[in-house]
């Protein structure tokens, strides 16, 4: 009899066991590119770059086709925080910062029981109040002797002394150890944890932990096929936009931010300047994996793994080197595509991968889903929708036909001009309408606008700009057709701003 009530209690422990609602290790690395990911199998991946965070994506499912909506740090954390495109929640560049009842995702997982941390770059520049513990860097924050942000007694800024610092430390170390240590110690075990583990790097300037000042010494970095040769990139007699590896822009190039000799020829400036680069940028990429590493070998440790869903991204992607481009902010495949990846055990298949077209505005509603909250029952505002159908397997997720992109910051830091646009399973057609719209941050002085488009299908390295070219003109005015409407639905419309609708009315490849 007693053995029968043993039995029985070991089968209601398991039962208990079984509807524990799983942790979510949600980790993300600034300007991480997809191609710059070793399971992502780009030219790359013959270095091993991050056996790590590969192991994510090969328990786990890869997503081939993930984009953000707008290709620069705070505006992407914002669509991740509150599930919105930046004409909703506010954050169209650097300036704004999202207000604490705005950070939907982290009030949303503590009312499903979450404890709920943040450890890292934060970048919202509004404290993160709405977190149970948060340590986060102050700004930018420093690649060595980093100071963290912690809770205070007041709200920030009034908390400005409340501060951790770490000297003679690299900040990729720091954000390892503090996320290992509060797993360690959090406060309430009997709880499942929402816990994000955001890392400064590979963030430029690409300073590389010490120890790494070697890696990659004795290799020869493969560069793009677009790195020398453009092609019909672009708009014609527009090499100015954007900055650049080589010389071709004088204002800011790669070659200025490594101490290139600029008495080098063109041709030896760029290949120096882009091994450089790509060295610096990989060091610190190695950083990262590590730390990923340490973490997943503790969570294995305390047999929590399996019930963690971890998710590995970054906050946009990132050019390196493709068409002499450097940083982000394009609309072009290496700046726009993030990599994501997913391991939960329980309910994805390792080695899935999926190709359906997704946004970062799409991860809150899943990580909710997952917690819980059933999509009927989330925030109507969101702009996003639940993947939970794809690691299910099912047939009800119905992938999207097209994207929209927006870029607002006119002209600034990188010398970008403004532009919106789609970009379906086949094709990409971009708008830089070239005006600051009264973004905080942008340049004032519009630049002549002008069209892209890219049949990615025959050109999935973007090397020839069809847009004008004849015999192109319906597959044009279908994908303007298309934009225009998707922005209906967005509610992005510029009431405000009538000479982005007269420009986007008026202009033309086919006038020029």
């Known amino acids: 009899m007693l053995r029968h009530f043993f039995l029985f209690l070991a089968l209601l422990s398991s039962l208990h066991a079984e509807e524990k609602k799983p942790n979510i290790l949600y980790i993300m690395s600034d300007d991480h590119a997809a191609h710059a990911v070793g399971v992502y199998e780009s030219r790359f991946s013959k270095l091993n770059p991050t056996p790590n965070i590969d192991r994510i994506g090969n328990e786990g499912i890869r997503f081939d086709k993930c984009f953000v909506t707008n290709s620069i740090c705070t505006p992407s954390r914002a669509a991740i925080m509150t599930g919105q495109y930046a004409h909703k929640n506010g954050c169209f560049g650097f300036s704004e910062g999202l207000p604490a009842n705005q950070h939907m995702l982290a009030i949303e997982m503590k009312k499903q029981g979450y404890e709920t941390a943040v450890i890292g770059k934060w970048h919202l520049k509004r404290e993160p109040a709405n977190f149970d513990h948060y340590a986060v860097l102050k700004g930018q924050g420093n690649y060595f002797n980093p100071t963290f942000r912690i809770r205070g007694p007041e709200p920030w800024p009034l908390n400005t002394q409340q501060i951790v610092k770490y000297d003679e430390v690299h900040s990729t170390d720091a954000i390892g150890k503090m996320g290992i240590d509060w797993l360690k110690k959090r406060k309430n075990k009997k709880k499942p944890f929402f816990f994000l583990l955001q890392f400064k790097a590979?963030?430029?300037?690409?300073?590389?932990?010490?120890?790494?000042?070697?890696?990659?010494?004795?290799?020869?970095?493969?560069?793009?096929?677009?790195?020398?040769?453009?092609?019909?990139?672009?708009?014609?007699?527009?090499?100015?936009?954007?900055?650049?590896?080589?010389?071709?822009?004088?204002?800011?190039?790669?070659g200025h931010h490594m101490a290139v000799d600029p008495s080098l020829s063109d041709e030896d400036y760029m290949r120096e300047s882009y091994q450089r680069y790509m060295k610096k940028y990989f060091r610190c990429v190695k950083g990262v994996d590590d730390q990923v590493g340490k973490v997943l070998a503790h969570l294995e440790k305390t047999g929590e793994l399996d019930n963690t869903i971890i998710v590995y991204t970054g906050d946009q992607g990132f050019m390196l080197g493709e068409h002499d481009y450097i940083d982000k902010r394009w609309m072009y495949e290496e700046s726009m595509q993030a990599p994501f990846l997913v391991r939960y055990p329980k309910a994805i298949k390792p080695?899935?991968?999926?190709?359906?077209?997704?946004?970062?505005?799409?991860?809150?509603?899943?990580?909710?889903?997952?917690?819980?909250?059933?999509?009927?029952?989330?925030?109507?505002?969101?702009?996003?929708?639940?993947?939970?159908?794809?690691?299910?397997?099912?047939?009800?997720?119905?992938?999207?036909?097209?994207?929209?992109?927006?870029?607002?910051?006119?002209?600034?830091?990188?010398?970008?001009?403004?532009?919106?646009?789609?970009?379906?399973?086949?094709?990409?057609?971009i708008f830089f309408y070239g005006l600051p719209c009264g973004v905080d941050g942008a340049h004032k002085e519009p630049t002549a606008p002008y069209w892209e488009l890219y049949d990615l299908a025959k050109d999935p390295q973007e090397m020839n700009n069809i847009a004008g070219d004849a015999g192109t003109e319906k597959l044009f005015q279908d994908l303007k057709s298309q934009l225009l409407e998707l922005r209906k639905e967005l509610d992005d419309t510029d009431p405000e701003h009538p000479e982005v609708n007269r420009r986007l009315s008026e202009v033309s490849p086919f006038l020029n």
């Open 351 to 429: 080695g899935s991968v999926s190709q359906d077209l997704v946004i970062n505005q799409d991860f809150a509603p899943t990580l909710l889903e997952l917690a819980g909250l059933p999509v009927s029952k989330q925030p109507a505002d969101i702009q996003g929708k639940s993947l939970v159908p794809i690691f299910n397997g099912t047939t009800e997720y119905k992938t999207r036909d097209a994207i929209y992109y927006r870029y607002w910051l006119h002209m600034a830091h990188h010398d970008n001009p403004a532009h919106m646009g789609i970009r379906t399973a086949t094709h990409k057609l």
């Open 202 to 254: 590979p963030h430029d300037n690409f300073a590389n932990a010490e120890r790494y000042d070697w890696l990659y010494n004795d290799i020869e970095m493969p560069e793009p096929k677009s790195l020398f040769t453009r092609g019909n990139h672009g708009p014609k007699g527009a090499s100015r936009y954007g900055t650049s590896v080589g010389k071709r822009n004088a204002r800011r190039n790669m």
